[in-house]
C-alpha cells in the first residue's frame, strides 16, 4: 500500500490533516487525502473493503487495514495464502 502512495505523495496524508506540511494548502492537503482515500480503497479486496470503508477519514481508513491485515491470526493468514 506504502508502495502506491509513496509515488503520487501521499503518505504524508496518512498522518493526518493537522499533522500534514504547513506549507501545504488547504486545497492541496484535501487533493492529498482525497486521492489517499481512493487509493486505499482500490487496494483492498471486497471482503476487507467493507470494513475500512466506513471510515471517515483516510489515517482511519489505514488505521483499520492495519488492524486487520498485520494480526497473526489463523484466519488471517489463510486469507493472505489467498
Known amino acids: 500500500m506504502q508502495a502506491v502512495l ?8 496518512l498522518m493526518g490533516e493537522a499533522k500534514m506540511a504547513t506549507t501545504l494548502k488547504q486545497a492541496e492537503k484535501r487533493l492529498m487525502i482525497d486521492k489517499t482515500k481512493s ?3 482500490l487496494c483492498h479486496r471486497d471482503m476487507v ?3 475500512v470503508v466506513i471510515e ?3 489515517t482511519l481508513m489505514w488505521e483499520k487495514s492495519e488492524s486487520l491485515y498485520m494480526t497473526k491470526s ?3 493468514r489463510q486469507l493472505l495464502k489467498q
Not at 509513496?6 to 496524508?13: D, G, H, L, M, R
Open 74 to 76: 489463523l484466519a488471517h
Open 49 to 51: 473493503l467493507k470494513d
Open 56 to 58: 471517515a477519514t483516510a
Open 6 to 13: 509513496t509515488p503520487q505523495k501521499c503518505v504524508e496524508a
Open 39 to 41: 487509493d486505499i480503497v
